[in-house]
């Protein structure tokens, strides 16, 4: 007998494959099934087919792509301090000058001053020159280490996006594989609470479309860019390997999801056959 499903519990009762052997209606399942807790209570494994593996594949994106790189030198705490520092100091100078009383009157010469970068008003006291060394030495180590950081980071190839986390907080997009395994298991409660936020706002978003895709159409995303395809490595690659370029290759990264093992032949619970099948 024929059936278009492997079969997942609706309703209490399990259709498909499995449902066929629940019901004593088939003997053997001929096609692998994966090993759950609420099936192994219904059936019996007797082998392993093959290694089978499910991942998100995507190519590593650039970091420009993902994440503001004129914000990544410094930390937030020192961000934090470096405006905090520049207030104070242009504070301090502020006070300095005016109660040194050195204000000068602003004429065609100041003007010549400030056209050279220079204050409209000079601090001519001890402690406005301290003040105003400060504030230029403040200004050209900040300018050496941004600008350092900066070039560094545009010349950097480094893994971007490594974790679900990640993934859940960068513009990339997510699809899913377009099968009844995928839409059951995606569909469960994680215990990772990110793994749930991510099936909520990327996957399935309430009043949106959902994002399963055939084989086709996802393996063609990745190959552009900033889309995260999960499918069964075999299957996946082996598209990959017909139409991908050796440079979009390399780009590729995985990153585990479901946890699901390894697909296995399953029988009837109890059947006669089981120990002829284990031989075999």
């Known amino acids: 007998m024929v059936e278009d499903s492997w079969g997942y519990k609706i309703n209490g009762t399990y259709n498909g494959m499995v449902g066929k052997l629940q019901a004593g209606e088939a003997e053997i399942g001929a096609t692998a099934l994966f090993l759950t807790e609420e099936r192994m209570r219904i059936l019996d494994y007797v082998s392993m087919t093959t290694t089978t593996r499910f991942r998100f594949i995507f190519r590593q994106p650039k970091l420009s792509s993902v994440k503001n790189i004129f914000l990544l030198p410094f930390n937030q705490a020192v961000w934090v301090s470096c405006y905090a520092i520049t207030f104070i100091v242009a504070f301090m100078l502020y006070f300095s000058v005016k109660y040194e009383n050195n204000f000068a009157m602003v004429t065609d010469k100041s003007k010549e001053k400030r056209a050279r970068g220079r204050f409209f008003a000079d601090a001519r006291g001890v402690a406005g020159r301290l003040v105003t060394i400060a504030l230029y030495i403040e200004v050209i180590l900040l300018y050496t280490s941004y600008s350092a950081n900066i070039v560094a980071l545009i010349q950097s190839s480094g893994l971007v996006i490594r974790s679900v986390s990640d993934l859940l ?38 009043g949106k479309k959902s994002a399963y895709y055939t084989m086709e159409e996802g393996i063609e995303r990745v190959r552009k860019g900033l889309f995260a395809f999960h ?50």
């Open 169 to 206: 907080h960068s513009p990339m997009r997510i699809g899913v594989h377009d099968v009844v395994y995928n839409r059951y298991f995606f569909a469960q409660k994680f215990q990772d609470p990110e793994k749930n936020e991510l099936y909520r706002k990327k996957i399935a978003p309430t």
């Open 231 to 280: 499918v069964e490595l075999g299957s996946g690659y082996k598209l990959i390997q017909e139409t991908f370029a050796n440079d979009e290759k390399c780009d590729l990264y995985e990153i585990p999801f479901l946890p699901v093992s390894n697909a296995w032949i399953a029988i009837k619970k109890h059947s006669p056959y089981r120990k002829i099948l284990k031989v075999a």
